[in-house]
């Protein structure tokens, strides 16, 4: 209990430090904000409804009480010990997985449960509160990238029985993302999806610089050069003219977007890393590691291809939608963009993130929401919520719907995830170069002060991309060398 409440202290200020985790994160790029499906009120941006993660707006009234976010409870069926499961996805992709809640209840009139969509922030509060006080609800979901530090601190019990009674092996799943789930041989969670950054590119601005978009470039230094033809400022001259106007910049070659997925992507493809492989040593300051994030810098202060990374910027998103903006690294959960602008869809195509590194590497962060029981759960409910983990695994298709990729491969394979472009090409890309966070206790943490350096190296022209990195680092080790 101990261990609990020490967990407890932690994710509590650590939510209240962060906006959860991945949709759009406010935070100046200075101080970028963590958690989990966040939304990023500047500059780095992703949309509002990115992977249905979404944290409250702040106030501008510094003196006036912060609202809390309200839940949204939905309930099915009539009984004294519904099952109930906690989640945060309360963006549009929430909205899918709420029919699917509705589909599975109309296949299963004797099932009895409820849901509660609740604010990643708020949910990081409140479900290790449940488990410290006896009364945790029967499943909840979260993010992989968060297992094992939710499973060191004692918050979740272990998935094998699911994968033993349930006919859903371990093999059907990413193997990347498997490993990253299983803590001390123990696989402590199910996926239900893998998400995160695809490139979508807009054709009609790459046409328009002269350029093919059947061919793209393949590594940094050919980006940059497509980069340079593509930007062109109010006057229509590019950066390597003479008389180009910087601060009046009309169409951009690329923007930096949300740093969670941005970063780790960046640095994997130059060979860099945040910490080693063993969890012991931070690696922030290698010298890969800062060739990637001065890559960055360079884009937005050398070459004036990318907009620079600071508070008050147009999000990727909006400039896109305009034609200002060729080269878009987001999320899977960007097809819900895409649906509500079929006029900007008709102008794009999504491929693998292209690579930033001078040999080309290539890398790409995914995460997954996973299923998950908690610690002191009701066995009683058990078995129906390893029933409806089970449905809603084998009913992925319609969860593709929201532009997530579905977990299981084989339904990632079926006609109908396939005739989704975007979702096709992100599991494609996913299982052949896909790879998940570090896997530490202290997960949040880390990614709150690597988040902070790269904010901060980029925060200025003037910028000292090493120093930052270094102070980074430094703080990183610290954390890794606690007992």
């Known amino acids: 209990m101990r261990k609990l409440s ?52 702040p106030t501008l009234d510094p003196n006036a009480p912060t609202p809390e976010p309200t839940p949204v409870v939905n309930t099915f069926g009539q009984c004294d010990n519904p099952v109930r499961l906690w989640h945060g996805l309360t963006g549009s992709d929430g909205a899918v997985f709420a029919e699917m809640l509705q589909q599975y209840a109309a296949a299963n009139p004797d099932a009895c449960f409820e849901s509660q969509g609740i604010p990643w922030d708020l949910f990081f509060q409140k479900y290790p509160t449940a488990v410290a006080a006896g009364a945790p609800p029967d499943m909840v979901i979260f993010h992989a990238a968060e297992v094992t530090q939710m499973a060191s601190e004692g918050l979740m019990e272990s998935m094998e029985d699911f994968f033993a009674s349930s006919g859903i092996g371990k093999d059907e799943f990413n193997d990347v993302l498997i490993n990253q789930i299983t803590v001390d041989g123990q696989t402590m969670a199910v996926p239900f999806d893998n998400h995160g950054w695809l490139l979508w590119y807009n054709t009609k ?32 001259k590019h950066p390597t003219d003479e008389g180009f106007d910087k601060d009046n910049v009309q169409v951009w070659g690329m923007e930096f977007t949300w ?17 080693s492989e063993d969890g012991k040593t931070a ?19 050398k070459y004036y291809v990318a907009p620079p990374a600071v508070p008050g910027k147009m999000w990727a998103g909006d400039l896109y939608k305009n034609n200002q903006l060729a ?15 079929p006029d900007v869809a008709a ?57 997530q990729v579905p977990a299981l491969k084989s339904v990632q394979e079926s006609a109908e995830v396939q005739a989704i472009p975007s979702v096709a090409k992100a599991a494609e890309q996913f299982n052949a170069i ?50």
Request: with cysteine.
């Open 6 to 57: 020490l967990t407890l202290v932690l994710l509590v200020v650590m939510a209240l430090l962060v906006s959860a985790c991945g949709g759009a994160e406010p935070a100046p790029a200075t101080a970028p904000q963590t958690g989990g499906d966040t939304a990023q009120v500047e500059a780095t941006a992703p949309p509002a409804d990115a992977a249905a993660d979404t944290a409250a707006e």
């Open 205 to 236: 601005v790459i046409e328009d610089a002269g350029l093919d978009p059947n061919n793209l470039p393949t590594n940094g230094d050919e980006f940059i050069q497509w980069a340079q033809q593509i930007t062109t400022d109010v006057n229509g």
């Open 259 to 275: 740093p969670r997925y941005t970063v780790p992507t960046t640095l994997w493809q130059f060979g860099g890393s945040v910490i």
């Open 283 to 301: 690696t922030l300051n290698s010298p890969e590691s800062i060739a990637a994030i001065q890559y960055w810098h360079d884009l937005m202060y």
């Open 327 to 341: 080269f878009m690294w987001e999320g899977t959960w960007t097809g819900g963009f895409m649906r509500d602008n």
């Open 347 to 403: 102008l794009t195509q999504t491929a693998f993130v292209n690579s930033l590194a001078p040999d080309g590497n290539q890398a790409v962060k995914f995460d997954s929401h996973i299923f998950s029981i908690p610690t002191g759960a009701d066995e009683a409910n058990k078995a129906q919520s390893y029933a409806m983990i089970k449905y809603l695994l084998e009913n992925g298709a319609y969860w593709a719907t929201s532009g």
């Open 434 to 483: 896909g790879r998940t966070d570090f896997a530490h206790k202290s997960f949040i943490e880390i990614q709150t002060a690597y988040e902070t350096a790269v904010g901060t190296a980029l925060a200025s022209a003037d910028a000292d991309v090493e120093k930052a990195l270094n102070d980074g680092n430094e703080a990183i080790q610290a954390i890794l060398d606690r007992p």
